[in-house]
T-cell receptor
Framework: GDSVTQMEGPVTLSEEAFLTINCTYTATGYPSLFWYVQYPGEGLQLLLKATKADDKGSNKGFEATYRKETTSFHLEKGSVQVSDSAVYFCALIKTGADGLTFGKGTHLIIQP | NAGVTQTPKFRILKIGQSMTLQCTQDMNHNYMYWYRQDPGMGLKLIYYSVGAGITDKGEVPNGYNVSRSTTEDFPLRLELAAPSQTSVYFC????????????FGNGTRLTVT
């Protein structure tokens, strides 16, 4: 079946550092790819998405590019802030699927 | 601007007890979902619904039941609670299955002892 693999956390960075959170997927066909973010005590919220190969999703300084050749959707940000501390989930869905398939999540901690 | 509202926020159950987790949304979304989130395990789909009167099983439906009598409400029922059901439960909704984002509630933290 479909699956999403994310880098293990926690990831701890200093403020203004460059961020990469790796995400790779296994799926037949052409899934849509998503990054969701979960702040403490809250539900998940959509951060960005890409629906076809070579699409770049972006929001709030975060970016991710849909790479079909490497089945990857890595999340990047050039300069992180303390307020970016959260859990980040990579996810996919295909047409006809019941719902999103999520990765296990990566806990990001940004230190001032 | 409520979005998806879940109640209660926290609950402790004894083994064998039953309870209903409530979920309501005010965005007129047809698609609604129940997920459980276990530490280090991501989110697993329990049940989903594509519209009032229609429900279907997700990846981990055992021990749960749902109903969808209205577009707004999608309660999750736990019968005979077990320690394995200790988890954080999230309800979500969307306007379509693939391209629209999921809107999540803030979750219900359930402990079964």
């Amino acid at each position: 079946g479909d699956s999403v693999t994310q880098m293990e956390g926690p990831v701890t960075l200093s403020e203004e550092a460059f961020l990469t959170i790796n995400c790779t997927y296994t799926a037949t066909g052409y899934p849509s790819l998503f990054w969701y973010v979960q702040y403490p005590g809250e539900g998940l919220q959509l951060l960005l998405k890409a629906t076809k190969a070579d699409d770049k999703g972006s929001n709030k300084g975060f970016e991710a590019t849909y790479r079909k050749e490497t089945t990857s959707f890595h999340l990047e940000k050039g300069s992180v802030q303390v307020s970016d501390s959260a859990v980040y989930f990579c996810a996919l869905i295909k047409t006809g699927a019941d719902g999103l398939t999520f990765g296990k999540g990566t806990h990001l901690i940004i230190q001032p | 601007n409520a979005g998806v509202t879940q109640t209660p926020k926290f609950r402790i159950l004894k083994i064998g007890q039953s309870m209903t987790l409530q979920c309501t949304q005010d965005m007129n979304h047809n698609y609604m979902y129940w997920y459980r989130q276990d530490p280090g395990m991501g989110l697993k789909l329990i049940y989903y619904s594509v519209g009032a009167g229609i429900t279907d099983k997700g990846e981990v439906p055992n021990g749960y039941n749902v109903s969808r009598s209205t577009t707004e409400d999608f309660p999750l029922r736990l019968e005979l609670a077990a320690p394995s059901q200790t988890s954080v439960y999230f309800c979500a909704s969307s306007s379509d299955r693939v391209n629209s984002p999921l809107h999540f509630g803030n979750g219900t933290r359930l402990t079964v002892t």
